[in-house]
């Protein structure tokens, strides 16, 4: 896991490992008819909707479409093998995204990579959460797709 936050959290603007996010979901969507319906990130332990936060998103193996709406703002991305994608903001607040269900064509195995900062851990008096980093007014990216509080990086 290291080898791999050491490739990907410099292109996200995090070089110091102290910086890097202290947890991390893994997704595996077999074929495609394996989704995620609308939802928003909104767990207690990551402060999504009261506070800035980034989500961070390696996508591997098939490409699947990942899409984001608030309202009548609907955005739809193309995810594909390596590519990066980041939830910026208060993103999880006022939108929602999804990994829809696919037919009609052969859709093989993808695993999905999220890594978040843990802020609030009220269930083990043993852990503490560390110190979200800010997440960047603004920020220069590169290779980068951006609408609203969140961007792609193709890889």
């Not at 980034?54 to 608030?70: A, H, N, P, T, V």
């Not at 939830?87 to 929602?96: D, L, R, S, V």
Request: charged share 20%; glycine share 8%; with cysteine.
């Amino acid at each position: 896991m290291a080898e791999v936050m050491s490739v990907c959290m410099p292109l996200c603007g995090l070089a110091a490992q102290a910086s890097w996010p202290n947890s991390c979901n893994l997704n595996l969507y077999q074929d495609g008819q394996h989704s995620v319906g609308w939802h928003a990130d909104n767990e207690a332990l990551f402060q999504g909707k009261y506070q800035d936060c980034r989500i961070i998103s390696l996508s591997l193996g098939q490409s699947r479409r990942f899409e984001l709406m608030c309202g009548q703002d609907f955005h739809r991305l193309e995810l594909s093998d390596g590519d990066l994608c980041t939830m910026e903001g208060m993103t999880q607040k006022w939108y929602k995204h999804r990994v829809p269900k696919e037919s009609g064509r052969n859709v093989g195995p993808r695993i999905n990579l999220t890594w978040r900062w843990i802020v609030q851990h009220h269930d083990c008096p043993c852990a503490e959460a560390p110190e979200a980093p800010e997440v960047p007014a603004k920020r220069k990216r590169t290779s980068c797709a951006s609408v609203g509080g969140w961007s792609a990086s193709h890889g």
